[in-house]
Nanobody
Framework: QVQLVESGGGLVQAGGSLRLSCAAS????????MGWFRQAPGKEREFVAG????????YYGDSVKGRFTISRDDAKNTVYLQMNSLKPEDTAVYYC?????????????????WGQGTQVTVSS
C-alpha cells in the first residue's frame, strides 16, 4: 500500500522558514512526478511546486516562486519543500502528492496518491 507521509509543518513568524518532508513507502518510488499543494480554509487546492523524473525539472506556482524550493533524495525516497520568507498568506494545509507519470503536472486531479497533509501557520 502506497503511503506518503508529510512532516515539518508548524507555526512560524512572517519572514521565517520551514522545511517540509514527504516520505514515500509501500513500494512506491519517488522517481516519478512529485508535487506539493496547499489548501487554505474556504479555498481550492492550489499547486505549489513540482519536480519531474526525467530531467529533474522543478517548477513553481507564481505565489511562491523565488521563495520555495522543491528537491528530492532518491536514496531516502523523500521529497522536500524548503519554504523561506514565509508570509501569512502561505498559511494552509500542505499536501504531498505523487503522479505515476513523469512529466510536469500542476493539476491536482491528475495526481494518483496523496499524503494526509501538514499544517503550516504563518503569524504576522
Amino acid at each position: 500500500q502506497v503511503q506518503l507521509v508529510e512532516s515539518g509543518g508548524g507555526l512560524v513568524q512572517a519572514g521565517g522558514s520551514l522545511r517540509l518532508s514527504c516520505a514515500a513507502s509501500g513500494g512506491f518510488f519517488i522517481r516519478n512526478t512529485m508535487g506539493w499543494f496547499r489548501q487554505a480554509p474556504g479555498k481550492e487546492r492550489e499547486f505549489v511546486a513540482g519536480i519531474t523524473r526525467d530531467v529533474v525539472n522543478t517548477y513553481y506556482g507564481d505565489s511562491v516562486k523565488g521563495r520555495f524550493t522543491i528537491s528530492r533524495d532518491d536514496a531516502k525516497n523523500t521529497v522536500y519543500l524548503q519554504m523561506n520568507s514565509l508570509k501569512p498568506e502561505d498559511t494552509a494545509v500542505y499536501y504531498c502528492a505523487a503522479d505515476l507519470g513523469t512529466r510536469e503536472n500542476r493539476d491536482p486531479k491528475e495526481y494518483d496518491y496523496w499524503g494526509q497533509g501538514t499544517q503550516v501557520t504563518v503569524s504576522s
